[in-house]
């Protein structure tokens, strides 16, 4: 039995030995194509990038036809290339405005965001008057005033409280200190007509209203420029430019009267609202406030840059022709 198996195996794989043979050749013919059509691909896109289809030969007419061109060429390559050299200056130096206008448009919220525009110490602590606390510092920012407040311990012999002459130096005394926050947005409590919050200034109120006022506008300024002066590498025409400068004007405008009215808030404070600026207190200015200055003085120049390279080109003036194409009159219709 083991013999007839073996015999009857044999004459199956004499039979199918042509057909494993034709296999092979099958699976060499079509690996084959799949490697040409790769390399295909590649070829078809190496011709297609390439402007080596037509030769058309035209003898020595064109070469000097050429040869003309080529010194007019480089005649005028040589007047234009100090207009390329300055276009190329020009041209970085307006990307580094439009750059620094959009990262102060970010630099702008954070400012606006945070209350670290005005810093008011108070040294050891003052007192503050009619409420038995120390104040110790306070920050202020468009948005609210934060105050940091020591409140002594009280101590009391037979329902009699001893009260003492308050020091300037609080260092032997012992209490808790707490951090008073005053929203100026927020409508006050009212007690007895009057606001609860003795930090409550309606002046400094209205003050905050207009710094969130021209805050916002400002931004969205700030956003219109960027966006305009990112246009102007696009179209290089003179119109778009000063469109782009004047925008930067309003910006500069807007945040810089944001600068002046916390300037101001903050000398009317100094004067009219002890429990927030007491005697003997000093204030200085925080980062959140040079972070604005940075805003005006990027926008300024921004402003200023665009101003500067937005005259006219026309003719042998231009350094390029699209850019004397660009500066031509145009009559816009509808």
């Known amino acids: 039995m083991e013999t007839d198996k073996m015999s009857t195996a044999s004459s199956v794989g004499a039979e199918r030995r042509p057909l494993l043979q034709a296999l092979v050749i099958e699976r060499r013919i079509l690996f084959g194509c799949t490697v040409f059509s790769g390399l295909c691909t590649f070829l078809w896109i190496t ?41 190329v200056i020009e041209r970085r130096i307006l990307f580094g405005c439009t750059v620094f206008s959009g990262l102060c448009t970010f630099l702008w919220i954070t400012a606006v965001c945070t209350s670290k525009w005005v810093h008011i110490d108070a040294g050891n602590g003052i007192p503050l008057p009619g409420r038995g606390g120390y104040l110790m510092w306070s920050d202020s920012g468009v948005w609210a005033i934060c105050r940091y407040v020591f409140h002594p311990n009280i101590t009391t012999v037979n329902h009699t409280v001893i009260t003492t002459p308050k020091p300037q130096d609080i260092g032997n005394m012992t209490g808790s200190y707490s951090t008073l926050c005053t929203n100026y947005l927020s409508q006050p409590v009212m007690e007895n007509g009057r606001p609860a919050d003795p930090a409550y200034d309606v002046n400094i109120a209205n003050y905050v209203r207009t710094m969130i006022s021209f805050g916002i506008i400002s931004l969205f300024v700030m956003a219109m420029g960027c966006g305009f002066s990112t246009y ?21 405008s807007c945040t810089f009267v944001v600068v002046q009215v916390m300037m101001s808030s903050v000398d009317h404070m ?10 003997r207190a000093t204030h200085n200015y925080h980062i959140s406030f040079f972070l604005a200055w940075f805003v005006v003085l990027i926008n300024l120049a921004a402003a200023g840059s665009f101003l500067w390279y937005s005259r006219k080109r026309k003719g042998d003036k231009a350094a390029t022709d699209e850019l004397a194409m660009a500066d031509e009159p145009t009559i816009i219709g509808r």
């Open 47 to 87: 011709a297609v990038c390439t402007s080596k289809w037509v030769h058309i030969d035209a003898g020595n007419v064109i070469d000097k036809m050429e040869t003309d061109k080529m010194s007019t060429a480089s005649s005028v390559g040589a007047e234009r290339r100090p207009l390329l050299q300055a276009l």
């Open 232 to 252: 102007t590498f696009r179209n290089p025409r003179y119109m778009f430019k000063r469109l782009a400068a004047g925008i930067h004007f309003i910006s500069t």
């Open 270 to 279: 100094k004067k009219n609202l002890k429990y927030v600026y007491p005697e």
